[in-house]
């Protein structure tokens, strides 16, 4: 057992890097289900978003293209969901369940030639001075822009729910849609609007995975992450920054108990394997003790008539 | 993906209703990943398509990737038999127990199990002496690390991989005594957002040679990326990436084994067997060993590679010890078979214990 070969601060930029595609699709899912939208097929827009990400970065050589191609991607692919839930009525669990089933043999379809290329390297952030800084230098100032942009999401969302109408308008419509459409507003627009913002999150964490995180194009890469973002919007209780917790948590105790493994610390291995979730699922629950709740109208289908 | 499953499950009861009279023989494969994971499932599927291109019109083959391994497996292999398979090859660990259940209710369709112990009067199991590679790249391994420090990424503690890690280290060790092995558990054969994990949490301490016994190609990306590590090919060549880190290969070939089983069904003569075949017959191949490797290493290496394949050296030959320093095999002596197939331990030096 030897400690000190972990270096705590590659340590903490690494945990960083693995948090941050479960960060961007649980935000997005937030906004959704604070609408009132329960949409279960994060793990079908994440990894759309990942294939298309990859595709787009590879033709266009420029990862920025590539992330944005990810976002629109992503959210076309909601538009489905949009349509299933919001035009059809159908069911949210199936129509979700449906997405991420579609989502993962699409993107195995357009994926097929792009197995084994290097995408261009995503730039990373380089101030002078700063970033050279001993701890702080590679920990706060040298990332590339997509990991600031999910904290900044965070912290957008955050104020958005919070402190603005257009927040208010959005929590009024999950909580109670019968309500709020009879106070004006647009229940289906509004909703739609969140689902196309989640999907875009989605696959904006979709392509961190294959162009920054593991850097290739693999069928079925995002291995069940959307499901974990998913679950943590639940034990997060709705809440952006606690999502954030969550997220760096998980990421940062799956990264923490590979590097104890290869330091050959006397835990027991399996101890150390669940210890992510085990983490995660107990400080959020215990965060969670206020009973903040779901919102009231989550995964019920609106229709005017009512 | 699960999308293909869907389809191959239309597809199937396409079958059902057309080929009950048909004379072709359906075969049909279980995979654990998908199919473009570049790995273990590509190749597989590779000996799938070899079997097709063998028989023709005579047989046909049908597969659903990304089964996991536990009660879904059951599923798509009672829907496979039913559907009219003559012959079902179950290509990972953990489908052992489904494909025995199952073989029970199907008397008379064949089980091919790969990687397993357990057979049956219709179960037979296959697997490839991956060890017999694993000793040449430790070898290689061995030589070519500056830091001495082996990164070692395993999926399950199941025999298959502790008896990887065992022979990479003992023939590690043969050529460079201050070798050490860092071994991390993923759980988990496929997902490379972990395995990228697991091998950078190797790189950052100091591992400059990565081995993998897990699916995809993620881990050469994160040697790639972290410049000066070398890694090899796992189950299949990963030969894009033999200008970066990639220094040579383990590939499985399950082609010619696919095929004289489907011919043996084909001919009513097939009977339960337990195959374990290595360099020697061809079911475990070395990719090409990159420039990278000096000329001497190589020449060492191949060398090792010819002695296994005749015969003449075994990767386990005594005297080796146990982890806990009790002796395992005598001066001369060479593991047997089984228990080499249910390896539950680590040999003298590695570090760490096996999760059970």
């Excluded at chain 1, 059809?88 to 097929?112: D, K, R």
């Excluded at chain 1, 390297?121 to 800084?133: D, H, M, R």
């Amino acid at each position: 057992m030897d400690l000190t070969s972990i270096n705590p601060v590659l340590l903490v930029a690494s945990l960083m890097v693995a948090a941050t595609p479960i960060l961007l699709a649980a935000i997005g899912e937030l906004v959704v289900e604070k609408a009132g939208v329960l949409n279960l097929g994060v793990e079908g827009m994440m990894i759309i978003g990942a294939v298309s990400g990859f595709a787009i970065a590879v033709e266009t050589g420029s990862p920025l293209l590539g992330f944005i191609a990810a976002a629109v991607g992503g959210a076309l692919l909601s538009l489905l969901f949009v349509f299933l839930t919001q035009v059809a009525l159908a069911n949210q669990v199936a129509s979700g369940l449906a997405l991420t089933l579609f989502g993962l043999g699409f993107s195995a379809l357009i994926g097929q030639s792009y197995v084994g290329i290097r995408p261009p390297a995503t730039g990373q952030l380089n101030i002078p001075f700063l970033s050279e800084l001993d701890v702080v230098g590679p920990i706060l100032f040298s990332h590339d822009l997509v990991l600031y942009l999910s904290i900044a999401i965070v912290a957008a969302v955050w104020y958005m729910l919070k402190f603005t109408r257009a927040g208010l308008i959005l929590r009024a419509v999950g909580e109670n849609h019968d309500a709020a459409h009879a106070l004006g507003y647009k229940v289906v627009r509004i909703r739609i609007m969140a689902i196309m913002f989640g999907g875009a999150c989605a696959g904006l964490g979709g392509a961190y995975i294959s162009l920054v995180r593991v850097p290739q194009w693999t069928e079925g890469m995002t291995a069940g992450i959307g499901w974990i973002a998913l679950a943590l919007v639940v034990f997060a209780s709705w809440k952006p920054w606690r999502v954030l917790l969550g997220a760096y948590l998980f990421g940062g105790v799956t990264v923490v108990q590979l590097n104890l493994q290869a330091a050959g610390v006397a835990i027991p291995v399996e101890y150390l394997a669940m210890s992510p979730y085990l983490i995660t699922i107990i400080v959020l629950v215990i965060l969670s003790k206020d009973k903040s709740s779901a919102p009231a109208s989550l995964g019920r289908i609106f229709h005017a008539s009512h | 993906m699960k999308l293909t499953k869907l389809l191959t499950s239309a597809a199937l009861a396409l079958g059902m209703a057309t080929g009950a009279m048909a004379d072709t023989t359906k075969v049909g494969f279980v995979y654990v990943g998908p199919v473009g994971d570049g790995g273990w499932t590509y190749e597989h599927d590779k000996g799938r398509l070899a079997v097709e291109a063998e028989f023709g019109d005579a047989v046909e083959t049908t597969y659903v990737e990304n089964v996991a391994e536990g009660p879904d497996a059951e599923r798509v292999m009672t829907q496979m038999a039913l559907s009219g398979a003559k012959l079902i090859f179950t290509t990972s660990f953990g489908f052992m127990d489904p494909t025995i259940n199952v073989a029970k209710k199907f008397p008379n369709v064949k089980f091919e199990h790969a990687t397993g112990y357990k057979t049956a009067d219709n179960v037979s199991v296959y697997s490839a002496r991956f060890y017999e590679g694993r000793a040449i790249q430790g070898t290689i391994a061995g030589r070519m690390t500056k830091s001495n420090v082996i990164g070692y990424i395993g999926s399950f503690p199941i025999p298959e991989v502790i008896r990887g890690i065992n022979s990479a280290y003992i023939h590690a060790k043969k050529v460079n005594p201050d070798v050490t092995f860092k071994i991390v558990w993923v759980y988990t054969w496929f997902d490379p957002a972990k395995e990228t994990d697991a091998a950078k949490a190797l790189i950052e301490q100091g591992a400059d040679v990565i081995l993998q016994h897990t699916d995809s190609t993620s881990v050469l990306t994160a040697a790639a990326e972290a410049g000066n590590v070398i890694g090899f090919g796992q189950a299949s060549d990963m030969a894009e990436y033999a200008d970066g880190p990639r220094v040579s290969s383990i590939i499985d070939n399950w082609a010619p084994y696919y095929i004289e089983r489907t011919r043996a069904v084909i001919d009513g003569t097939w009977e339960t067997v337990n195959t374990w075949d290595g360099i020697g017959r061809g079911m475990v191949g070395i990719g090409e060993i990159t420039d990278k490797v000096p000329a001497d290493v190589k020449a060492e290496a191949l060398a090792l590679k010819a002695s296994i394949a005749s015969g003449e050296y075994h990767p386990f030959t005594g005297p080796i010890n146990k982890q806990d320093g009790s002796v395992w095999l005598k001066d001369g002596e060479t593991a047997d078979d089984g228990t080499l197939a249910g390896m539950g331990f680590y040999v003298e030096g590695i570090e760490g214990d096996i999760p059970s």
